[in-house]
């Protein structure tokens, strides 16, 4: 019987590939991956020449069953994302959890996760903390602002640059316009900024300076002070 490694890969600079997931990619059978072009560049570039599958949120259901035959049949897989590590915000449960189910081995190495250095640096409270990732789009939005209006923990979300001011004005709506949160993008990137203040305050930068790249959004839990 075969392994499913999950593979995280760099966020922003090269540098951050480990050479254990290096080795990884190199050796094993097949290297399922959220977008083959986007990841045909990282494989080249570290000269790995496995071969690649799509594996995306559009054919996971349709492709698992066949993933699964090829592990059970004693192929070592390697997951991989776009970039960070699968499974966060990225395809990667529904197959690790029918590997479980089938009793293959599952492995993921430690690596690149965007939220990570976003919570470190934002000066907020770290040691216990929930994350949210993507906040739904429509249906759902708001009834989960409200719940997490009566959170204690620090809350952490992801966020795209066309949405960032209209989530950034709801939490303000929610949590206060005084509620202290930071806000890093591109981290790891050559233009990597984190920004800290008031949700109002970062209102005002975010429309004062229009938003590029992804973005980490760090806010801090409900106090006595709110």
Request: glycine share 8%.
């Amino acid at each position: 019987m075969g392994k499913l490694f999950i593979v995280p890969t760099p966020i922003g600079n090269m540098e951050d590939m480990t050479l254990r997931a290096i080795n990884v990619l190199k050796e094993c059978d097949l290297v399922l991956a959220e977008d083959t072009r986007t990841s045909s560049f990282l494989l080249k570039h570290f000269g790995i020449e496995t071969g690649m599958q799509s594996h995306h949120k559009f054919n996971e259901h349709q492709s698992l069953q066949q993933i699964v035959q090829r592990l059970l049949g004693g192929e070592n897989i390697a997951l991989i994302s776009d970039a960070g590590t699968p499974a966060i915000s990225d395809p990667g449960f529904l197959l690790v959890r029918e590997c479980i189910r089938e009793n293959i081995d599952v492995e993921c190495l430690p690596g690149p996760t965007a939220f990570v250095p976003a919570l470190v640096v934002s000066g907020i409270p770290c040691d216990r903390f929930c994350f949210e990732g993507f906040l739904p789009q429509k249906k759902g939005r708001l009834t989960r602002l409200k719940t997490l209006s009566e959170e204690t923990r620090t809350m952490v979300f992801y966020e795209s640059p066309y949405r960032i001011v209209k989530t950034l004005t709801q939490f303000a709506e929610y949590f206060g316009a005084e509620r202290y949160a930071s806000v890093s993008r591109e981290i790891s990137k050559m233009h990597e900024e984190t920004v800290r203040g008031t949700l109002s305050e970062l209102i005002h930068h975010f429309t004062d300076n229009e938003p590029r790249g992804e973005f980490v959004i760090v806010v801090s839990g409900q106090s006595d002070r709110d």
